[in-house]
């Protein structure tokens, strides 16, 4: 082979490599500048383009006589344009300076910002380059027309109008209204695809109706597709789809029976603690009561007509946003404000739930001509019980002040509340052959104990448990040990008796409506869930204990009832004095009226606050004898309250102008004289 051969093979590797090389480098060069002349185009695109949503109104939510509870209020609010702010102040210190300009400008005008809370606005990922940033909602106009003014000093920044929620009754009904509030990353992406079209900016229902009935509240916001120029100025409108407003909600609430049930609730409460507890006579203190509700129904179908919680608070401290400190204080206030005590507190039902245990005694045949006792059948009650086979708390049962009752059948028991009656029936459910706790245990359920009613927010379901012995089953027919309620089960249970066996799952929603016709859209039925088999022979011995609980001069709630307005419209009840350790007792009385022809179902539950008969009655004797009568004011709204004292402050200068003008002529004809 010739000497050159490896130099020419060599050059020819070289000549090879170099053309790869240079193919590559070709392909790499058009791969990249394709790729960033895409990323120019898109860009390019993203500025020229923009689409553009603005919320639409929700829908207001009324009470049963279409008067407005929750409503739409037009108010101005400060947005950043974050793409003029960034192409005019692209330089970080610039723009916290800018904050802190923006910052005092507004809280000058009356809103109160950090120039902080700016900062992080700005800063949420939630905020794409060419989004515009909420600032804060509520400013008053004199600040839009200072902003006109000042454009170079505060680029980006406009001032456009908006809904924000607006409560004309104030605070009423709080915890069944609820709030809304921004919408939090974990929750955008449950509704982002929704045909709503949520925006991570967006405010969402987050308590009570507001959060409940989202959906039909909630309109579709306008979508414009415009064309902007490099400054981001609007240039052109591309395409616009219109809003849609959200329905109208129609509750079964009456605000004025609301305003008349928190009102006594709070009386109530009032009143509590200023009695004393006499339980430990070497250490005889106030009663605490730190809380408690009340539910008002009708027991045709268990509409929800009112219902309160007590302590409450201010919806209105949640508009336009409320800061995590402003949060954390009504969220760990011992007095639990933000706490539905209606339908999500669980206590123990006390004496209340005897009516479930009579029930499943007639039922069962317990109470019978082969149970325990004939129905009209007495039991010696000696005022104390011990519970056969039972060691331990709980083992003895002890009527109030041990009072020894004597002779007692079923409508006596309940009159007088005998808990040696009643845990009688208890422990033969899980003794006597034939009979076992599971019938009593099956009876709460089937009035409504232990069940989620999912159509009333925030309700808790309460537990119905199986008792695991006969001491265990003879304090549950006492409403005692681990049975427990919410105030709205109770008060539902006491409607199944008032309407002979129809157990509805209450309901808070009557209808939704059209927000600009007002046509009726939607009707919600009502919802059966059980029917009670209730003949005379069961119904009527319940009827006649209840009656003489209010009536009788042995009935526990006689002295609340003693004064009560109305004859003709007699109250059916039963108390409940809750067992409370180491706290002071519970107090609680459920009833219905009239007690022949039912017309409403009541609970009142007031916590550490002793006997019912006190402390509990008192308020559903003070609700139900104002409805008795016709004494139910006409709530105003807040408007109208201002207006009235507006009058009413004019009406007094009047009448100082007057009198003085008088006094005045009257000196002077003294003078003449």
């Known amino acids: 082979m010739n000497d050159r051969s490896p130099l020419r093979l060599a050059m020819l590797g070289v000549l090879v490599l170099g053309l790869f090389v240079s193919l590559f480098a070709r392909l790499w060069y058009l791969q990249v500048a394709e790729e960033q002349r895409d990323a120019a185009q898109q860009v390019a695109q993203e500025n020229l383009f923009r689409t553009v949503y603005t919320s639409a109104p929700r829908g207001r939510v009324l009470d049963r006589n279409d008067n407005v509870l929750i409503d739409n209020r037009l108010v101005n609010e400060v947005v950043v344009d974050k793409f003029s702010l960034n192409e005019s102040l692209p330089r970080e210190s610039d723009r916290r300076e800018f904050a802190i300009k923006l910052a005092r400008e507004i809280s000058s005008a009356g809103r109160l910002i950090k120039a902080a809370d700016i900062e ?143 009102q006594e609730l709070f009386n109530g409460i009032r009143s509590a603690r200023q009695r004393l507890d006499d339980t430990d006579e070497d250490n005889i203190v106030p009663y605490n009561a730190p809380g408690g509700a009340m539910v008002l129904l009708d027991p045709d179908g268990s509409r929800i007509l009112a219902m309160a919680s007590y302590p409450t608070y201010d919806q209105r401290l949640f508009l336009g946003g409320i800061s995590q400190r402003a949060y954390d204080v009504l969220d760990t206030d011992e007095t639990k404000p933000l706490f539905d005590r209606a339908a999500q507190a669980e206590y123990a039902p006390g004496s209340t739930f005897k009516l479930i245990t009579a029930y499943a005694a007639l039922d069962s045949g317990l109470l019978g001509a082969r149970g325990y006792l004939k129905r009209s059948q007495f039991l010696v009650d000696e005022g104390t019980w011990a519970i056969p086979g039972c060691a331990g708390p709980g083992c003895v049962l002890r009527n109030a002040d041990n009072k020894d009752l004597g002779a007692v059948d079923l409508e006596l028991a309940i009159t007088e509340s005998s808990n040696v009656f009643f845990g009688q029936l208890g422990y033969q459910f899980n003794v006597r052959q034939g009979f076992q706790s599971q ?47 919410t105030p709205l089960q109770i008060a539902n249970s006491y409607a199944a008796i008032a309407n002979r066996g129809q157990v509805y799952s209450p309901m808070l929603a009557e ?64 108390t409940g004095t809750v067992e409370n350790p180491p706290k002071q007792d519970n107090a609680a009385f459920a009833a219905f009226a009239p007690c022949r022809n039912p017309q409403y179902a009541a609970v009142a539950y007031i916590e550490q606050a002793g006997l019912g008969g006190d402390s509990a009655a008192p308020v559903v004797a003070a609700v139900f004898g104002r409805i008795a009568t016709g004494d139910i004011d006409v709530v105003p709204t807040e408007a109208e309250a201002d207006d009235l004292i507006s009058e009413a402050d004019a009406l007094a200068a009047e009448e100082a102008r007057l009198q003085s003008e008088v006094e005045a002529a009257a000196q002077a004809e003294a003078e003449q004289l």
């Open 120 to 262: 992080s606005a700005l800063r949420d990922p939630r905020y794409g380059p060419f989004d515009v940033v909420p600032i804060v909602k509520d400013v008053p106009e004199r600040f839009s027309i200072l902003i006109g003014e000042r454009e170079d000093d505060f680029p980006g920044v406009e001032v456009r109008k908006t809904n924000v929620r607006f409560y004309p009754y104030g605070q009423r009904a709080s915890h069944l209204l609820g709030y809304v509030g921004a919408i939090n990353a974990p929750t955008y992406e449950q509704v982002r695809e929704s045909v709503k079209l949520y925006q991570p900016t967006d405010e969402i229902g987050i308590t009570g109706v507001e959060a409940s009935f989202e959906d039909i509240l909630r309109g579709t916001p306008q979508v414009e597709v415009i064309e902007v120029d490099a400054a981001g100025d609007r240039i052109a409108v591309i395409s616009a789809a219109e809003a849609v407003p959200g329905n109208d909600v129609r509750l079964t609430l009456d605000i004025n029976l609301q305003a008349l049930v928190e």
């Open 439 to 485: 019938q009593l245990i099956d009876t709460a359920q089937d009035f409504g104990y232990g069940l989620d009613y999912a159509a009333v927010p925030n309700a808790n379901a309460g537990q119905v448990p199986v008792p695991a012995s006969a001491g265990e089953s003879a304090n549950m027919a006492v409403g005692q040990g681990f049975v427990l309620a």
């Open 511 to 574: 209808a939704v409506l059209d927000a600009a016709t007002n046509e009726v859209l939607v009707e919600f039925p009502t919802r059966l869930i059980h029917e009670l088999y209730m003949p005379d022979e069961f119904y009527g011995p319940l009827v006649d204990g209840l009656t003489g609980v209010t009536q009788s001069e042995e009935g526990t709630a006689y002295l609340a009832f003693e004064s009560f307005p109305s004859s003709s419209f007699t109250v059916c009840g039963k």
